[in-house]
């Protein structure tokens, strides 16, 4: 069955810390998103990519970089993390630009 | 730039009645718009998406009609379950400097249905 993947699921780090999200998807997808969910603001997205060693700025990426290594693999880093980004993170992919996303389940990123 | 608005930030309901959710949307360009619903503590899964004006597009008892008279996409249901309490998202498909769609999607800022009995 066609998945997202997503870890780890909780993650707490400390300010100033570096952390790598990971993402796979098996749907053979070329679309990547990475997207943080905050309260109030919905989902926003950080980073996306249409294909391996693509990579597309979305509309909150401070703070943030990405790196897609293969089809399947999409990587999120905080280099230097701050509590700002404390939130709930999401990775999806989608076929292309008509097609709808499939979500992966989340990592929970807390940041003391 | 694009934007998505939806007004009502939390709706709460008894089984039974009928609930709509609006969503209006801003873009220059032909919209392309989805509703989201996340229940807890799950990814958010698809429920319907439209690019036709004034056809209505139906999905596990969920309706929504795309008006690009008034850019509106609201989402309703004739008779709530218990089961559809869940956060709801509508989002518009991102079309580029060039008016093609880009595959991103801007999320509105979701609205929390609770369906009481």
């Known amino acids: 069955e066609a998945a997202v993947t997503q870890s780890p699921r909780n993650k707490v780090t400390v300010t100033g810390g570096n952390v790598t999200l990971s993402c796979r998807q098996t749907?053979?997808?070329?679309?990547m998103y990475w997207y943080r969910q905050d309260t109030g603001h919905g989902l926003r997205l950080i980073h996306y990519?249409?294909?391996?060693?693509?990579?597309q700025i979305g509309d909150v990426p401070d703070g943030y970089k990405a790196t897609r290594t293969t089809q399947e693999d999409f990587f999120l880093l905080l280099e230097l993390a701050s509590p700002s980004q404390t939130s709930l993170y999401f990775c999806?992919?989608?076929?292309?630009?008509?097609?709808?996303?499939?979500f992966g389940s989340g990592t929970r990123l807390l940041v003391i | 730039g694009d934007s998505v608005t939806q007004t009502e930030g939390l709706v709460t309901l008894t089984k039974g009645l009928p609930v709509m959710l609006n969503c209006t949307y801003q873009?220059?360009?032909?919209?392309?718009l989805f509703w989201y619903v996340q229940h807890l503590n799950e990814a958010p899964k698809l429920l319907l998406k439209?690019?036709?004006?004034?056809k209505r597009t139906e999905h596990q008892g969920f309706y929504a009609t795309l008006h690009k008279s008034s850019s509106s996409f609201h989402l309703q249901k004739s008779s709530v379950q218990l089961s559809d309490s869940a956060l709801y998202f509508c989002?518009?498909?991102?079309?580029?400097?060039?008016?093609?769609?880009?595959?991103?999607?801007?999320f509105g800022e979701g609205t929390q249905v609770t369906v009481i009995s």
């Open positions: 439209s690019s036709t004006d004034n």
């Open positions: 749907n053979s997808h070329n679309y």
């Open positions: 989002a518009l498909s991102d079309r580029g400097a060039t008016g093609g769609l880009s595959g991103k999607l801007t």
């Open positions: 999806a992919s989608s076929a292309g630009t008509e097609s709808d996303y499939t």
């Open positions: 990519s249409y294909g391996a060693g693509n990579l």
């Open positions: 873009t220059t360009y032909s919209p392309f």
